[in-house]
């Protein structure tokens, strides 16, 4: 049984950084693409930044440069390091994983396996 878990969101200032945490069980760390997405209120869930094979990296245009995904096989833990927020990095921040890890995919819709989410809001 998979399962995924979400920690360290919160409300920051703007300008300043969070990291979250995934946890993942039930899975071989290294053989999925493990995602985080997004989703603010009102808006479509999107695509955040990826870790395929545990060293492989993918991002958003909107988050390249200031987000950073990385990944600890042994605790079979994803991370993602956010710097720089602004308000509109404000949502809920889903962690994903996905068996299919070529090519390394950005739909959240193909994701099989989801965790519960954690809220990010900034302040301006």
């Known amino acids: 049984q998979v399962q995924l878990v979400e920690s360290g969101g919160g409300l920051v200032q703007a300008g300043g950084s969070l990291r979250l945490s995934c946890r993942a069980s039930g899975l071989t760390f290294s053989r999925y693409t493990l995602g985080w997405f997004r989703q603010a209120t009102g808006k479509e869930r999107e695509f955040v930044a990826a870790?395929?094979?545990?060293?492989?990296?993918h991002y958003a245009d909107s988050v390249k440069g200031r987000f950073t995904i990385s990944g600890d096989n042994a605790k079979n833990t994803v991370y993602l390091e956010m710097n720089s927020l602004n308000a509109e990095d404000t949502a809920v921040y889903y962690c994903?994983?996905?068996?299919?890890?070529?090519?390394?995919?950005?739909?959240?819709?193909?994701?099989?396996?989801w965790g519960s989410g954690t809220q990010v809001t900034v302040s301006s």
């Open positions: 994903a994983a996905d068996r299919v890890t070529y090519p390394l995919r950005t739909d959240y819709r193909v994701y099989e396996f």
């Open positions: 870790l395929r094979g545990g060293a492989y990296t």
